[in-house]
């Protein structure tokens, strides 16, 4: 949701003809961005986001660990 957010205020940037409201559409992209990181803190403290599946570690595989 918030992606789609930055990638509507994008392509409003590259689109708009006005070139006063360019300086808005970059400061509620940055918005877009801190609303997100504290979205995913406040998920990291309570839990909810989960580590992805990581790579099987090859070295400690081969060594038998």
Do not use: C, F
């Not at 409201?21 to 877009?32: D, G, H």
């Amino acid at each position: 949701m918030n992606a789609g957010g930055i990638g509507y205020y994008g392509k409003s940037l590259a689109t708009s003809p006005r070139r006063d409201l360019s300086a808005n559409y970059v400061r509620l992209t940055a918005e877009i961005g801190h609303y997100a990181d504290d979205g995913v803190d406040i998920m990291i403290q309570n839990g909810w986001l989960e580590q992805p599946p990581q790579a099987v570690d090859r070295d400690q595989l081969s060594k038998g660990k």
